[in-house]
T-cell receptor, first 120, second 110 residues
Framework: QVQLVQSGAEVKKPGASVKVSCKAS????????INWVRQAAGQGLEWMGW????????GYAQKFQGRVTMTRDTSIATAYMELSSLKSEDTAVYYC?????????????WGQGTLFTVSS | QSGLTQPPSVSAAPGQKVTISCSGN????????VSWYQQLPRSAPKLLIY???KRPSGIPDRFSGSKSGTSATLGITGLQTGDEADYYC???????????FGGGTKLTVL
């Protein structure tokens, strides 16, 4: 069955960086873009960007450009999202979600979420 | 990143029908397909509707979606207590060249 399994919770200091992983299984990794969506406590969903596992191409929301980097390791079917220059406002649950390459904007499988807390 | 507009909350009695609206503009909903997600407490979002009105396998036909112009609507019939959740709409914004979501609507089944 399709699964996206994310790395565990982290606590980081302001100004630091964090890298979250998303391991895919149960499907052909290269056939689906991996998107990242975050959700602050009690808030709505916020789209951060996408990464094509086959080409490595990426697209980021304007808000995160310059601070986010999405990469992958195809040998282990794992996508990564690194966020730098962390601020307290980055404290949130971060989800990876897959979207079929070439499909419209929808995500049929989501990871379980990774909470990272930015605190001094 | 500009978002889509949803009512913060809706409520209805068990067995009744409810609709949740999602308003956008000509660059997002007006030009692209809409998807809907259900998020139960402490869980990841779950896809309910894609391409405006299509249901993934396993989603009951109590859930329906529609789109008209720059607005979309999620309908839920035969409400059950298990439907209590937050619901989000999402779409691509061609001007922003990025995805956008609504702020979410909390459904209470009284």
């Amino acid at each position: 069955q399709v699964q996206l399994v994310q790395s565990g919770a982290e606590v980081k200091k302001p100004g630091a960086s964090v890298k979250v992983s998303c391991k895919a299984s149960g499907y052909t990794f290269s056939n689906y873009d991996i998107n990242w969506v975050r959700q602050a406590a009690g808030q709505g969903l916020e789209w951060m960007g996408w990464m094509n596992p086959k080409t490595g191409n990426t697209g980021y929301a304007q808000k995160f450009q310059g601070r986010v980097t999405m990469t992958r390791d195809t040998s282990i079917a794992t996508a990564y999202m690194e966020l730098s220059s962390l601020k307290s406002e980055d404290t949130a649950v971060y989800y990876c979600a897959r979207r079929m390459v070439g499909a419209t904007f929808f995500f049929d499988y989501w990871g379980q979420g990774t909470l990272f807390t930015v605190s001094s | 990143q500009s978002g889509l507009t949803q009512p913060p909350s809706v409520s209805a009695a068990p067995g009744q029908k409810v609709t949740i609206s999602c308003s956008g503009n000509s660059s997002n909903i007006g030009k692209n397909y809409v998807s809907w997600y259900q998020q139960l407490p402490r869980s990841a979002p779950k896809l309910l509707i894609y391409d405006n009105n299509k249901r993934p396998s396993g989603i009951p036909d109590r859930f329906s979606g529609s789109k008209s112009g720059t607005s979309a609507t999620l309908g839920i019939t035969g409400l059950q207590t298990g439907d209590e959740a937050d619901y989000y709409c999402g779409t691509w914004d061609s001007s922003l060249n990025g995805g956008v979501f609504g702020g979410g609507t909390k459904l209470t089944v009284l």
